[in-house]
């Protein structure tokens, strides 16, 4: 983390910054896309989005990325001494693991609810258990923790001009869309770690099964089912993108450039999955480097614009154009969900 940001944060301790420069090590390496997002934000914000994504992708790297030969019950452990230091961490002391300590100074800053830390760890105590979801509210039950809270986690950093009960829905559900995105691109790499995130009910009324998902992955097979089921998850999720929409306008308006960044580049990964013929099973789909590159010039200049806006308003430089409603961008902007993985 550049020294800029620290001090903008108002973060001086030694060991706190080294804490927080290990989370911006995590976004800058897993989360390309969250990232370049982030780098959007005012500078005194981004300490704490980092905080919030190097502990998301710490806790998934344990349950997708420990030791092959780390069985259930060995990541089970893991994430249980993670959460044990968590709690300690929350409760004022200094947490073993750097991402700890500096969420746990994240969380202190901007009265982040615990409650949403310890949904996400519940979703990740599910993760190495359940591996298919039954309906699309089963799958939304399990995003609650495992996207939504990003969003809820996001909104004291970034702001708002609206109550933050207003905003709060908006939030959750673009970390929702975020991961729905993911679950979409990542069908192939998640049916290699033995999980579907596609619902049973949805894929079956295509005609499709787990086996064959799995025979489409071996063979290089395009089957028509399974291009079916795919394109209607994609209504789904392109539908959580529209009912969390609204939440961009209730943001601060020098954090809407970032959040509205990740939007469309987010989205921007359904348009590279259709494109490639729903091909999720066969290769990882991507934003092109130029679309990335146009979509981030664009987030400059609607930073630039907001800036002046903030100068120019009562309260002098660096004040929103209103207060924070008792107060991320949601998902992710989520868990930039990594499942908060790399996003493109």
Not at 60 to 78: F, H, N
Not at 100 to 108: C, E, G, S, W
Request: aromatic letters at 6%; hydrophobic letters at 40%.
């Amino acid at each position: 983390m550049t020294g800029r940001e620290l001090d903008a944060a108002g973060i001086t301790e030694p060991d706190l910054r080294a804490a927080y420069t290990r989370c911006r090590e995590l976004n800058a390496r897993h989360g390309r896309t969250y990232f370049l997002a982030t780098r959007l934000l005012t500078p005194d914000r981004r300490p704490a989005v980092h905080a919030l994504y190097g502990f998301a992708r710490w806790a998934d790297d344990i349950v997708d990325s420990l030791d092959s030969a780390a069985g259930p019950k060995d990541r089970a452990r893991a994430l249980g001494r993670l959460d044990d230091d968590l709690a300690h961490g929350l409760a004022g002391g200094a947490g073993a693991e750097p991402v700890v300590r500096a969420l746990a100074d994240t969380a202190r800053r901007h009265a982040i609810d615990h409650r949403h830390f310890a949904d996400f760890l519940a979703a990740m105590r599910s993760d190495l258990t359940v591996t298919s979801y039954a309906t699309y509210a089963d799958l939304r039950g399990y995003m609650h923790g495992s996207a939504a809270v990003i969003g809820l986690e996001m909104l004291p950093v970034l702001g708002t001009v609206t109550p933050r009960e207003e905003a709060a829905p908006h939030a959750a559900e673009l970390g929702v869309a975020f991961q729905l995105t993911n679950f979409l691109r990542d069908v192939g790499e998640d049916l290699d770690r033995g999980r579907v995130y596609l619902p049973r009910d949805l894929l079956n009324a295509h005609g499709v099964h787990r086996e064959l998902l799995r025979h489409c992955r071996d063979t290089g097979r395009v089957d028509r089912r399974v291009t079916a089921a795919l394109r209607e998850f994609e209504d789904l999720t392109r539908a959580a993108y529209r009912r969390a929409a609204p939440g961009v306008g209730m943001l601060d308006p020098v954090s809407r450039p970032c959040v509205r960044t990740a939007f469309v580049l987010y989205g921007g990964i359904l348009d590279a999955v259709a494109a490639s013929g729903y091909a999720v099973l066969h290769r990882r789909a991507v934003v092109p480097r130029r679309r990335r590159a146009l979509v981030a010039a664009d987030g400059l200049l609607r930073v630039a614009a907001a800036r002046v806006a903030a100068r120019r308003a009562p309260g002098g430089p660096g004040v929103p154009l209103e207060p924070a409603a008792s107060g991320p961008r949601a998902h992710p902007l989520a868990r930039p969900h990594p499942r908060h993985k790399e996003v493109a």
